[in-house]
């Protein structure tokens, strides 16, 4: 995971946090310290012309509902599939705009679109395991079993290589186990994962971290898929 965090406005984190699954984002964004869902490797410093283009394409994307309140549902997917392509067609590595695209075509079931978009995350973000699950949730829900058992071992195995090479005094640690835990219950193992993320609850001091990990250990497995 990389510095993208700091590039996120209060119009970014705020469609996060309420789409597709309130709470779930909500939990996580407690849960990880904003890490698990608000990184990106794409290097903001690079405040080039081109990537503040991108930025204000992609951003005003997710404002439509705001902006233009009068559009139908189609109309007002199709606008914000127009504007976030033309940032993507600035930069191709953008990768905000793929999330916005993601996000967006997730919202309005496409979910063969959102898959093709989640793939291009997986080409920027090789070694992220989050993108692998989001990918499977949004098999799963478009009804290819086989796929999203696909991506979430694929989840499963990028966090075991990230948890294979970090200190057990890694900040982060905590963030990586309780995603390999919901790869686990997304996998059909939920004893297994229930029971990982009670033990990070019992080692947890902060209170916030606390019940977010308490709200995991007993959602059922549905509430883990994107």
Known sequence: MGEGANCYSERQLFAIL??????????LA?????????????????SSINYDRAKKLSDSALMLEATQ??????????????L???????????FLAYSDRFMVEFEHK????????????IRIEP????????????CENNNDTSSAIQHYKQGLAKYNRILDTISVKNKKRSEYEAGRAIAFILLGDEQK???????????ATDDAEKWALR????????????
């Open 193 to 203: 994962g229930r029971t990982l993320l009670k033990e990070l609850y019992d080692k």
């Open 69 to 82: 309140p009068s559009l139908d549902a189609e109309s007002l997917y199709e606008k914000k599939i127009e």
């Open 84 to 94: 976030i392509n033309q940032a993507i067609k600035i930069d191709s590595n953008y």
């Open 110 to 121: 496409k979910y063969n679109e959102a898959i093709l978009t989640g793939k291009q995350m």
């Open 30 to 46: 407690i849960l990880f310290s904003g890490f698990y869902l608000l990184t990106s490797n794409y290097v903001c410093a690079q």
């Open 127 to 138: 070694t992220n395991p989050d993108l692998e699950i989001d990918v499977g949730g949004v």
């Open 18 to 27: 309420v789409k597709p699954k309130p709470m779930k984002r909500l939990i």
């Open 215 to 226: 709200n995991f250990i007993s959602a059922p497995r549905k509430f883990f898929v994107y």
